[in-house]
């Protein structure tokens, strides 16, 4: 069993920041096969960021460049550093591990 509770999520302006949170609980001994999910109103739920327990990350083309993942083994938690935002960058974010469990979510809007 694993609980994942994201944090962070908020009100910003465009060209702002945000740094987005996930901590794990339960039966993961590390951040591996973990990622960052994103639902905007009206949409399917996509995938924003991911990485796995060597380091590897992998980035949607929307956010290249302005998000980073990242890991803190020792706390299990993953991050999300989102930099120069926009209005498109609106939706719930989602944290996942192992392709199975699933976080509340966290709202994040960007306004223009």
């Known amino acids: 069993q694993v609980q994942l509770v994201e944090s962070g999520g908020g009100l910003v302006q465009a060209g702002g920041s945000l740094r987005l949170s996930c901590a794990a609980s339960g039966s993961i001994v590390s951040i591996n096969a973990m990622g960052w999910y994103r639902q905007a109103p009206g949409k399917q739920r996509v995938l924003v960021a991911y990485i796995t327990s060597s380091g590897t990350t992998k980035y949607a083309d929307s956010v290249k460049g302005r998000f980073t993942i990242s890991g803190d083994n020792a706390k299990k938690t993953m991050y999300l550093q989102m930099n120069s935002l926009k209005p498109e960058d609106t939706a719930v974010y989602y944290c996942?591990?192992?392709?199975?469990?699933w976080g509340q979510g966290t709202q994040v809007t960007v306004s223009s």
């Open positions: 996942n591990a192992l392709g199975t469990w």
